[in-house]
């Protein structure tokens, strides 16, 4: 059965506090990205990433940074938490040609206090 | 840029009807890949269909349906004789040569008994 994990289901983290979200994919996929959830305003691409040590922006990269040291493992970054980051994160992961669907995991709802 | 456009926010019908979900997108690809996920309120995201920009055939399966038309930069889907079970957010997404997966802001749609 394929996956896409993250490592925390919630979090509550305190303001200008450095937070990592982790995603690990066992598909081999070549793609991985990060989305935020919020209602109203569908899933925005915070970033992407379609190779190790690869990165690219997506649509609302400001606050963020992310880090791809193996093919198997996105992880999100919030150098300094702001109660404007509370959200829903999801990481999904494809292959290369999109020849299948995105695989997306069960998110990670973070609340900044 | 892409970008994926559902301009219904909100649907309500009463179940048995058909209803109709709308999705515009912008493109400069000539290759390109869209997608139609489903979020129920568990807020798992489901997988519902993939058609690349070459396949203009439309799809049928069961009581959903897509209408592909790359003349009007639309794929829509709709769902016949609703049931209460279909009530989700819908979401229509696009990947195309930078492989970045661009997603719509979605579609509430509830199924009244």
Same mark, same amino acid.
């Given at each position: %059965?394929?996956?896409?994990?993250?490592?925390?289901?919630?979090?509550?983290?305190?303001?200008? &506090?450095?937070?990592?979200? #982790?995603?690990?994919?066992?598909? %081999?996929?070549?793609?991985?990205?990060?989305?935020?959830? %919020?209602?109203?305003?569908?899933?925005?691409?915070?970033? $992407?990433?379609?190779?190790?040590?690869?990165? &690219?922006?997506?649509?609302?990269?400001?606050?963020?940074?992310?880090?791809?040291?193996?093919? &198997?493992? $996105?992880?999100?970054?919030? &150098?300094?938490?702001?109660?404007?980051?509370?959200?829903?994160?999801?990481?999904?992961?494809?292959?290369?040609?999109?020849?299948? #669907?995105? $695989?997306?995991?069960?998110?990670?709802?973070?609340?900044?206090? | 840029?892409?970008?994926?456009?559902?301009?219904?926010?909100?649907?309500?019908?009463?179940?048995?009807?058909?209803?109709?979900?709308?999705?515009?997108?912008?493109?400069?690809?000539?290759?390109?890949?869209?997608?139609?996920?489903?979020? @129920? @309120?568990?807020?798992?995201?489901?997988?519902?269909?993939?058609?690349?920009?070459?396949?203009?055939?439309?799809?049928?399966?069961?009581?959903?349906?897509?209408?592909?038309?790359?003349?009007?930069?639309?794929?829509?889907?709709?769902?016949?004789?609703?049931?209460?079970?279909?009530?989700?957010?819908?979401?229509?997404?696009?990947?195309?040569?930078?492989?970045?997966?661009?997603?719509?802001?979605?579609?509430?749609?509830?199924?009244? @008994?």
């Amino acid at each position: %059965d394929v996956k896409v994990t993250q490592s925390s289901r919630y979090l509550v983290k305190r303001t200008g &506090e450095k937070v990592f979200l #982790e995603c690990v994919q066992d598909m %081999d996929h070549e793609n991985m990205f990060w989305y935020r959830q %919020d209602p109203g305003l569908g899933l925005r691409l915070i970033y $992407f990433s379609y190779d190790v040590k690869m990165k &690219e922006k997506g649509d609302i990269p400001e606050g963020y940074s992310v880090s791809r040291e193996k093919k &198997e493992r $996105f992880s999100l970054i919030l &150098e300094s938490a702001s109660t404007n980051q509370t959200s829903m994160y999801l990481c999904a992961s494809s292959s290369a040609d999109m020849n299948t #669907e995105a $695989f997306f995991g069960q998110g990670t709802r973070l609340t900044v206090v | 840029a892409q970008k994926v456009t559902q301009a219904q926010t909100e649907i309500s019908v009463v179940e048995k009807e058909d209803v109709t979900l709308d999705c515009v997108y912008e493109t400069r690809d000539t290759t390109y890949y869209l997608f139609w996920y489903k979020q @129920p @309120p568990s807020g798992e995201l489901v997988f519902l269909i993939r058609r690349n920009s070459f396949d203009e055939q439309n799809e049928i399966s069961g009581r959903y349906s897509w209408n592909f038309q790359k003349s009007t930069s639309s794929f829509n889907f709709t769902i016949t004789a609703s049931q209460v079970v279909d009530s989700a957010v819908y979401f229509c997404a696009l990947s195309g040569s930078a492989r970045q997966l661009t997603f719509g802001s979605g579609t509430q749609l509830t199924v009244l @008994p």
